[in-house]
């Protein structure tokens, strides 16, 4: 199940992309998923970026990945609403707390913490786009050019993260051999069961890292300056999807800063929309949404090949 | 000029006693193939890496003597351009792969090299056509087969076009089959690109005779060196066992010729005996018919087992199969056929989809309370999973509390038994593999299990520890325990085995008689079952041969001296 949240190559047409032109569109939707606070236009994002996801026959994984955020999801909205003062329409007057004070939960912090939750499944998603978009491999040759040994790491990580994860599951086999049994005992009992494997992940992965390190520098790794190796070939389509995010980009942080898709929630509530909000959202998300119409009419039509 | 010239080299790991390499002298001529063979822990792979330049660049320690390439001191080479001209091929294609895909794999050597972008291209697109590495292209190297790996490996090093390959025990993780092609690319890649090639390899049958010259190491000293054929006379006369089955025997039934292929062997073997043609039409027999007295009823039963991980394709397909009390079985089958998932069913690790498994009469199902009782030990591929405690004894004892049972001695006695008694105040961690390997068994029998499994366990051993292992299961059988061995190495099933169980594909395609599967088989079958095959049947190792064939071909031998003298 876990190996479903990491890429697999399924020569779809968004997994085609250059890495430039993929990883321009998923930064997009991550900036304007970061600088509207308006729940439309963040909506819009998780509803763009839903539809990505469904061309790379992703909402197997997707499902894992909101299901995880609705958890982080839940204290947001409930400590918000606690903690915050700022909101005027209060709903609720509750008990007096020791380091909290008076608890009121005003209708502003709700829609606050709502709005934030909404922000988080976006972040989420568009980590979850990126997942099962871009070749590792690929994302990380662009980042080399400008950080070689952080590509690097991340690279080895990358590789290593489900292995790693296999690798644990046979250590836990070893000890239920050894009759370690997981499903029993006190929570320290338990910590401690689990505290082991953790332990003989690192010794191993210690012990490994020195034969890796080896075989780099058998390789020339540290030698001098290097090269990167470039495959991609940047394609018309790659142009289109990079141009249509672009757009997306510049238009978005034009509106951000002229005000729209941006909500004012405290200590009164803000309006929602307005006509050109409407306008902007609906512009800014055909833009976002070409990528995925040339995934859908590459699969559909032979005119768009 | 020689390619490589080793002068007087001796060499001490950081904080060790004792020398790696001790005055070793050695040249290696310009496409060359040079064998390095010795025990564990004989200075083969520091050696190795000496030529690589990674002694004492890497692990730094005290080095002195000189180690030449072309003529230039090698620690005075800059490590491009080394790296330009000696490349290495690792033991385990897992530790050596850094990139995530195939391509970009290969293209890592020379990214550090810093070539031009278009002859990175081209180096990429020449090797990968080279090894047939086509059906790899754009793959995650995670989803490739270890074949696969470790030929990525081997084309991520001649991408950068060296002229000397060294290469550490490359056929250690892989099935048989893969071994022998990857064995073969070497061997062409010697032959036709006129590539050096340093190979340190355990299992001899596979390699000896691709050589031109072999070297035998012990104690961090090469001890004889010459022709495969001088290396294996050499060694009977001083009783070192690292020749292949064919030259063994010869060696042993007095020869002074010493062949060290079947084939060779089989054109000697015709002077003597005539070739028998009773084996043309001959059927091999699958379903095990052993008619072996079992008043106990059987260790393990498993019934109709199918197995598949989250649904996918299914791994175990139908299983039927009982193990007996006192039996050694020996499990063999391409990678992938299913062994490991068929020991982890067995050992409850896994819980069929389909099936039943009885153990010692009783259905298990999910039930683990058996295996809870320590009644099953089952040892997976890498030993260091065992090993977490400061000492060896501790790992002992932990096993022993986990199952709420007694020491009441056992700890001393089976420390003992396996030769770690001078280890049981030391870290696990700091012993040698074959020394880890043995703390990780001692771990699981322990509890005195019924049942013992063992995947893989001769991984990377050399002759001397495989039979100490053979050795302490023929033992443990003798006392009624069940043995069943996950395993590539036919020699060591030969050897030890009585039941030989052929998997492919999630099946069991054979079931018999250790001698009957291995000596009809073409493929899982011993170099002395495939060299004897014709003159005399049910033959499967060096001493069986000897005492088979030996005062046969010795009679024969006298008979024609007495008809050359008449």
Redo the contacts between chains.
């Keep these: 199940?876990l190996e479903e949240l990491f890429?697999?190559?399924k020569e779809l047409f968004l997994q085609k992309l250059h890495p430039a032109a993929a990883m321009l569109h998923i930064c997009t939707l991550l900036v304007l998923s970061l600088i509207f606070t308006n729940p439309l236009y963040l909506v819009g994002i998780f509803l763009c970026t839903g539809l990505s996801v469904y061309a790379l026959e992703g909402l197997q994984t997707w499902k894992l990945f909101i299901k995880g955020g609705l958890l982080m999801t839940v204290p947001i909205m409930i400590i918000n609403p606690l903690v915050s003062r700022a909101g005027a329409t209060i709903l609720w007057h509750g008990p007096r707390l020791p380091v909290f004070g008076k608890i009121t939960v005003s209708l502003e912090a709700v829609f606050y913490g709502a709005v934030m939750s909404m922000r988080l499944l976006d972040v989420i998603s568009i980590f979850c786009l990126y997942n099962i978009m871009v070749?590792?491999?690929k994302a990380l040759?662009i980042l080399e050019r400008f950080a070689f040994k952080s590509a690097?790491v991340l690279?080895?990580a990358?590789?290593m993260f489900?292995?790693m994860i296999r690798?644990l599951e046979?250590?836990k086999?070893?000890q239920?051999?050894?009759?370690?049994?997981f499903s029993t005992g006190s929570f320290r009992q338990k910590l401690d069961k689990y505290t082991?494997l953790i332990?003989?992940l690192l010794?191993?992965s210690l012990?490994?890292s020195m034969?890796?390190?080896?075989?780099?520098?058998?390789?020339?790794?540290?030698?001098?300056?290097?090269?990167?190796?470039?495959?991609d070939v940047f394609k018309p389509e790659d142009f289109i999807c990079a141009a249509s995010s672009m757009t997306a980009l510049f238009v978005g942080a034009l509106g951000a800063v002229k005000g729209y898709g941006v909500m004012n929630f405290y200590p009164y509530l803000g309006s929602v929309y307005s006509m050109g909000d409407i306008y902007l959202l609906a512009f800014m998300l055909a833009m976002l949404s070409v990528p995925t119409l040339l995934s859908w009419g590459w699969h559909r039509c032979r005119y768009f090949r | 000029m020689p390619i490589f010239q080793v002068n007087n080299l001796s060499y001490y790991y950081p904080e060790s006693e004792k020398p790696a390499l001790k005055g070793i002298n050695i040249t290696v001529e310009e496409g060359e193939f040079l064998l390095v063979v010795g025990g564990s822990g004989s200075g083969k792979s520091t050696l190795a890496?000496t030529l690589?330049g990674?002694v004492p660049?890497?692990y730094g320690g005290v080095f002195s003597g000189k180690v030449l390439f072309k003529g230039q001191d090698i620690r005075r080479m800059?490590?491009?351009k080394l790296?330009?001209h000696v490349?290495?091929v690792?033991q385990?294609p897992?530790?050596?792969?850094?990139?995530?895909?195939a391509?970009?794999e290969i293209?890592?050597?020379?990214?550090?090299?810093?070539?031009?972008?278009q002859e990175?291209?081209r180096r990429?697109a020449e090797v990968m056509d080279f090894l047939n590495l086509e059906e790899a292209k754009?793959?995650?190297?995670?989803k490739l087969s270890g074949g696969q790996k470790q030929k990525i490996?081997l084309a991520?090093?001649l991408a950068?076009q060296p002229e000397a390959i060294i290469l550490d025990e490359p056929t250690s993780q892989l099935d048989p089959t893969c071994a022998e092609d990857f064995l073969n690319l070497i061997k062409r890649l010697n032959e036709e690109m006129g590539k050096t090639v340093v190979l340190i390899e355990q299992r001899l049958e596979r390699c000896f005779h691709l050589a031109d010259r072999v070297a035998v190491m012990k104690d961090g000293e090469i001890i004889i060196q010459g022709t495969p054929q001088e290396v294996a006379s050499g060694s009977i006369d001083s009783g070192i066992p690292f020749i292949p089955p064919v030259a063994r025997f010869f060696a042993g039934a007095g020869f002074s010729n010493i062949p060290v292929t079947v084939k060779e062997g089989r054109s000697i073997l015709k002077n003597y005996l005539p070739l028998q043609n009773n084996d043309a039409d001959s059927i091999t027999q699958t379903g095990f018919d052993n008619n072996k007295e079992r008043k106990n009823g059987e260790t393990i039963a498993l019934k109709k087992v199918w197995f598949s991980y989250?649904d996918k394709k299914e791994v175990l397909r139908g299983i039927d199969l009982q193990i007996f009390p006192g039996e050694f079985v020996a499990i063999l089958g391409a990678n992938g056929a299913g062994k490991s998932t068929l020991l982890?069913v067995m050992?409850g690790?896994l819980y069929p989809n389909r099936g039943k498994i009885m153990f010692r009469g009783k259905a298990c199902g999910k039930n683990?309370e058996v295996?809870?009782q320590?009644k099953?030990?089952?040892l997976?591929q890498?030993p260091?999973?065992?090993?977490?405690q400061d000492t060896v004894e501790q790992e002992l004892f932990?096993?022993l509390?986990?199952?709420d049972k007694p020491d009441e001695g056992r700890v001393d006695n089976l420390l003992e038994k396996l030769d770690l008694n001078r280890h049981k105040h030391r870290n696990p961690?700091d012993l040698s593999s074959g020394e880890r390997q043995r703390v990780a068994l001692a771990?699981?029998l322990v509890?005195e299990p019924e049942l013992v499994l063992l995947d893989e366990p001769t991984r990377g051993m050399d002759y001397a520890l495989k039979a100490d292992l053979g050795g302490y299961l023929a033992d443990l059988c003798k006392g009624g325990v069940s043995v069943a061995v996950v395993t590539h190495d036919v020699e060591f099933a030969a050897e030890y085995a009585e039941r030989v169980i052929i998997l492919y594909d999630g099946r069991i395609v054979s079931d018999g008689n250790a001698k009957q599967i291995l000596g009809s088989s073409m493929f899982y079958s011993t170099q002395m079952a495939r060299m004897c095959k014709g003159f005399a049947e049910d033959i499967l190792t060096v001493e069986e041969a000897l005492d088979i064939l030996g005062p046969i071909i010795f009679r024969a031998g006298a008979n024609a001296a007495e008809r050359g003298m008449g």
Excluded: W
């Design positions: 199940m890429y697999q190559e070749h590792p491999d040759n690097l690279s080895l990358t590789r489900p292995a690798h046979n250590i086999q070893v239920v051999v050894r009759g370690v049994d082991n332990y003989i010794l191993s012990e490994d034969e890796m390190a080896e075989a780099m520098q058998a390789r020339a790794f540290g030698s001098g300056r290097r090269m990167c190796y470039v495959r | 890496r690589a990674l660049d890497f800059d490590r491009r790296s330009r490349g290495m690792f385990d897992e530790k050596q792969l850094v990139k995530t895909e391509e970009a293209a890592f050597g020379l990214e550090n090299l810093g070539l031009p972008q990175m291209l990429v754009g793959r995650f190297i995670d490996a991520s090093v950068m989250d982890k050992a690790l683990l295996y809870r320590g099953v030990a089952y997976s890498n260091n999973d065992y090993l977490f932990f096993t509390k986990n199952f961690r771990s699981v509890t």
